[in-house]
């Protein structure tokens, strides 16, 4: 299926100005994120999406496709539609330009998963254990069932685990891993239709795509590297950076 991959990269972000080219080891964060997508070979297509001609600048140094796309973008996914709404791309990838370290196999995984199964949209999660890391707001968890089917997203702690259940301590909480991949009729749809009561109140945008009906399916890998939500972050990158020898 013809697909696309399109790197949403917002310079002008509320919580982090300027992070998708804030330097990790010398070479900024969008730059990471490109060749991570590069990498995954799932599509020989790869545009990066921003508002900011600072962007565009430095994808031109770094030989990217950049398209520059309105302010006014509410979310990453209306920033994508931009891109592809007037292709006929089938299969469209919205790799967010926070997730410096991204493993392209997680991509492919995720990708066939849309292809083979009956998913509108496919993305991937991974347990987390750390008390400060479930608690976070900026780390989303999602509440999946046997399947892999996403039932919610928060950023709060879900699901709940009650003390006096026996799996309490053998079901973990998962991380959302910040990218999604869609069919066309589905993003087509969720672009069309108003933000949902939900997707204000927790500022997520899957939260819409869910109160639709489209079916999320997630992937579970065993661990992903840092996602860049605030300056804070950025130390959390830095030693998974030395951990991992890169």
Not at 19 to 32: A, N
Not at 95 to 122: G, R, S
Not at 225 to 243: F, L, M, Q, V
């Amino acid at each position: 299926m013809k697909t696309i991959i399109v790197i949403p990269a917002r310079y002008n972000s509320s919580r982090f100005k300027g992070k998708v080219l804030y330097p990790l080891k010398k070479k900024p964060i969008l730059q990471w994120v490109y060749e991570n997508a590069i990498k995954s070979n799932v599509s020989s297509k790869v545009v990066i999406a921003t508002e900011d001609e600072k962007v565009l600048n430095f994808c031109k140094g770094i030989g990217a496709e950049c398209v520059l796309t309105s302010p006014k973008c509410n979310s990453g996914s209306d920033r994508v539609w931009e891109v592809v709404k007037n292709t006929d791309f089938e299969i469209i990838i919205n790799l967010q330009a926070d997730e410096p370290f991204i493993e392209n196999d997680v991509i492919k995984k995720a990708y066939k998963k849309i292809i083979n199964e009956k998913f509108d949209i496919t993305t991937a999660v991974h347990p987390i254990y750390d008390e400060d890391e479930i608690k976070n707001p900026n780390c989303v968890k999602a509440a999946i069932d046997k399947n892999g089917n996403a039932l919610y997203f928060s950023r709060s702690p879900i699901p709940y685990h009650h003390e006096l259940s026996e799996l309490s301590k053998k079901i973990p909480y998962y991380k959302h891993i910040g990218f999604y991949i869609y069919k066309r009729k589905a993003l087509e749809m969720f672009i069309s239709t108003e933000p949902s009561n939900l997707e204000k109140l927790e500022r997520l945008e899957q939260l819409r795509a869910l109160g639709l009906g489209l079916k999320i399916g997630c992937i579970i890998v065993k661990r992903s590297g840092p996602s860049i939500d605030t300056p804070d972050d950025i130390k959390k990158a830095i030693e998974y950076i030395k951990k991992k020898g890169r």
